[in-house]
Every structure is written in C-alpha cells, then in structure tokens.
C-alpha cells in the first residue's frame, strides 16, 4: 500500500492557462474523489468515479473543469482557461466499494494562479 | 441535506491541558460522522469515525469522541495536548444516505495551537 500519489504537489500558473493534475490511487480501490480546498475553508466535493464511470459532479464543476479516468486507474482534472479564483489545494482520495470502507486521500496539488 | 459545524475557528490550549473542538451536524437521516487531520501543505487523515455502532468513538493519537444524537453533537476530545497535535481539524459527514466515506461534506475547520 503505498498510499494515493498526486502530481505536481505545487503548480504555478498564469491567468489563461491550462493546467492538468495527475492521481495515482491505491492499486485496489475503484472509488476515486477530487476535492477542493481554499484556504480557511474545508474541502468541497468536486466529482467521483466508480471505475471509469464518473458517477457524480458538483456544480462547483464548472465546464472549465474536467475529469477523467480513462481505464479506472489513474485520474487526471484539466482546468482549461484558469482564473485567480482557481487557487486552491485540490485533493485526491480513493476508497474501495461499500459502505464502511475508508477513503484515504493525497497530499494534493496546490495550485496558484498569478 | 447534511451539514455540519465546527464551532471556534481557532483553539488554543497549554501543553497537558484537554483538547476540545466542537462539531455539530445536521441530517435528515443517521449520520456518519468522521474528524480528519490536516498538517501544513498535507492530505487529511482520518482520526476516527462514527458509524452508529458505538456512542464513543476512540481514535488515533489518544482522540476521541462522542456522538451526542440529543445535542447533535460530535465533539472531538484529548485529555492531554501534546505539541505534535497543532494541525487544523475537521469534521466532516456523509453525503446523502448509504453513501460512500469518500463523499463527504466537511465544516470549516479548527486550527489548534498547542503552547508550550
């Protein structure tokens, strides 16, 4: 178990560009969240996948946003066009199936947008 | 819908003395609870959870905590602060009925100063 692995862990990025986050989840889980954390708030639920089905998204998705997880591995969220108010921490965790099965989450990716 | 609410967005205790950080819910349905940590630049980690077997909920790190259904309440508590435990906390519930424990709706959070 080496844990859920998300890449970059820091991104820099200027107001306008595209920017693509990576998660690794635990090999066996087929859950796989993002969440969203500004600062001085908790994480908010962004979207989640069941395999590669993308079962859920919050209206916090906007159509800038998009996320994938094309063979139910890895999952990467692109955020096309990015503004300031894109700073954030976005989080990654995964889970198993079921009801009394914990999700373990990523260190995340802090982006800044300047 | 569920909710919840962390009470104090910022505690300080003394080293030794009890830690306490309150969390209230709202649910239309029985509520899983859960209080994660967060160190600087870090994921959270799970301190311990709720799931409507017992009332006291032991956890990591000598926390615990106790689902009050009469007070919708779930406070968090260590009897004994220790300088390792400054991190920010939170409380969080799961969304909807039957769902997973990674679709969660977390409060705000309690940052926790521990002085020496």
């Known amino acids: 178990d080496t844990g859920v692995s998300q890449n970059p862990r820091h991104k820099i990025t200027k107001r306008g560009q595209n920017v693509t986050f990576r998660c690794d989840p635990i090999?066996?889980?087929?859950?796989l969240y993002w969440y969203r954390q500004t600062l001085g708030q908790g994480p908010e639920f962004l979207t989640y996948?069941?395999?590669?089905?993308?079962?859920?998204k919050s209206r916090l998705l906007s159509d800038r946003f998009s996320a994938e997880r094309p063979k139910g591995s890895f999952s990467t969220l692109e955020i096309q066009r990015t503004e300031q108010g894109d700073s954030a921490m976005y989080l990654c965790?995964?889970?198993?199936?079921?009801?009394?099965?914990?999700?373990?989450f990523g260190q995340g990716t802090r982006l800044t947008v300047v | 819908a569920q909710s919840v609410t962390q009470l104090g967005s910022h505690v300080s205790v003394s080293e030794g003395a009890l830690v306490l950080l309150r969390c209230n819910y709202s649910?239309?349905?029985?509520?899983?609870l859960f209080w994660y940590v967060q160190y600087p630049n870090q994921g959270l980690q799970l301190l311990l959870k709720?799931?409507?077997?017992?009332?006291l909920v032991k956890g990591i790190n000598g926390f615990e905590a106790e689902f009050k259904k009469s007070e919708t309440s779930f406070h968090l508590t260590k009897p004994s602060a220790h300088m390792s435990d400054a991190a920010e906390y939170f409380c969080?519930?799961?969304?909807?009925?039957?769902?997973?424990?990674?679709?969660?709706?977390f409060g705000k959070g309690t940052k926790l100063s521990v002085k020496p």
């Open positions: 649910s239309s349905v029985p509520p899983y």
């Open positions: 969080a519930v799961i969304r909807g009925y039957g769902g997973s424990q990674g679709n969660l709706i």
């Open positions: 965790a995964s889970s198993r199936s079921g009801l009394n099965t914990e999700a373990f």
């Open positions: 090999s066996e889980h087929n859950r």
């Open positions: 709720y799931t409507s077997a017992a009332t």
């Open positions: 996948f069941q395999n590669e089905a993308q079962l859920e």
